[in-house]
């Protein structure tokens, strides 16, 4: 048998690895660096969870209205002025309340014509409340609110009512100004 010629194959020596698709493991990638990672990407995406959960039940809000600021408005002095007119309205269920104020103020120096008395179309007004048309009459409408018990003063344009004078305190009488029905109490 003749000698085989020599080619490039003879040239190639013999590794003792894998060679070509099979290739080994990195031996550089560890089980623990691997379980690091997949530990660290668990908690994050459980941190991002609870985070969405919170923001989706108002929990959280992202971006906050702000808060409106609270600011002092001034406030008049309180003045007995017996120049104003004071139109009284019982908005309470219980008769001549409206004249009890009147009787009242006029014992305070207000003139009798300067004093109408009437009945609210609410007959279950819940606080007494002095109404003024004019910024400029709010410590008259303050003075008169002191003198009668009135909770509330309200600055509204709406008074005074069409033809009547324009320096009018209009007051409705409201159920905090009537007193509790009187209860027996059985004889024991």
Same mark, same amino acid.
């Given at each position: 048998m003749p000698t085989p010629t020599?080619? &490039?194959?003879?040239?190639? $020596?013999?590794?003792?690895? &894998?060679?070509?698709?099979? &290739?080994?493991?990195?031996?550089?990638?560890r089980g623990w660096t691997t379980l690091l990672w997949a530990l660290a990407a668990t908690i994050v995406l459980v941190a991002l969870g609870i985070f969405a959960s919170m923001i989706w039940q108002g929990k959280i809000v992202l971006f906050p209205t702000p808060a409106p600021s609270v600011t002092v408005v001034p406030t008049a002095e309180p003045v007995i002025d017996t120049s104003y007119t004071v139109l009284v309205?019982?908005?309470?269920p219980e008769e001549g309340q409206a004249t009890l104020v009147k009787d009242e103020l006029v014992a305070n120096?207000?003139?009798?014509?300067?004093?109408?008395?009437?009945?609210?179309?609410?007959?279950?007004?819940?606080a007494t409340t002095v109404y003024y048309a004019a910024p400029e009459a709010e410590g008259a409408a303050r003075g008169l609110a002191g003198l009668i018990g009135a909770?509330?003063?309200?600055?509204?344009?709406?008074?005074?009512?069409?033809? $009547?004078?324009?320096?009018?305190?209009?007051?409705?009488?409201?159920?905090? &100004?009537?007193?509790?029905?009187? $209860?027996?109490?059985?004889?024991?």
């Open positions: 020599h080619d &490039r194959f003879d040239d190639i $020596t013999a590794s003792p690895g &894998r060679v070509g698709a099979h &290739r080994a493991e990195n031996p550089r990638v309205l019982n908005g309470t120096g207000w003139p009798e014509e300067g004093v109408l008395a009437g009945n609210a179309g609410d007959r279950a007004f819940p909770t509330e003063i309200v600055l509204d344009p709406e008074y005074p009512l069409p033809g $009547t004078p324009a320096t009018q305190l209009t007051v409705v009488l409201g159920l905090d &100004r009537i007193e509790p029905a009187a $209860t027996e109490t059985p004889a024991g």
